[in-house]
């Protein structure tokens, strides 16, 4: 079987590597649009903000990207999270160019429910996917209405949460002095 490929537009990897300059650690889901093997990433949403040890999604936030992809079954995500500069510092350049022993057990047992499951650690040195058949990331020039296919979606995701009563608002990741 062939492996599958993240396309991630250079907008999003910018700000992916952008979460990086935070102090703490972040995690949540790249919705992408599968193509065959191919799963061009399209729009970030972020479910949790936590410290160089853990990071836990927010449950709200996790009930809205499920009903988002039932109601949306032409998206599918990867699943993501850094590993920040200061929490290489404090754990190590291990860290950098490589997945936790947690984040792989954690992966593992979501392939088991989902093969098509991917997962995703940004670092300050490299982007490391986890799937089956080792999955590789291709980074692509913003494809032809990104922006705007990337809007609609954030726009879809703000409106179904206040139909569902979940406030969107003060979730943020401070910046690094």
Known sequence: MMSQIVALPKTLENTLDALIAVNQESNGVIWTKRKGRINVCTSIFMTGIG???????????????????????????????????????????????????GDIQGYQEQL?????????????????????????????????????????????????????NINLDNFSAKKKK
């Open 51 to 101: 410290d160089d040890s853990h990071v836990e999604a927010n449950e709200e936030r996790i009930r809205l990207v499920n009903v988002f992809l039932e109601k949306n079954p032409q998206y599918c995500f990867v699943k993501f999270h850094t590993h920040t500069y200061a929490t290489i510092q404090k754990h190590g350049e291990y860290y950098a160019e490589h997945f936790s022993t």
């Open 112 to 164: 088991q429910h989902n093969p098509d499951f991917l997962a995703m650690v940004v670092t300050p040195v490299k982007k490391l996917l986890y799937g089956r058949d080792n999955p590789e990331l291709v980074v692509i020039a913003d494809p032809k209405n990104f922006l705007q296919e990337s809007a609609i979606i954030d726009l879809s995701v703000r409106i179904m949460a206040r139909f569902l």
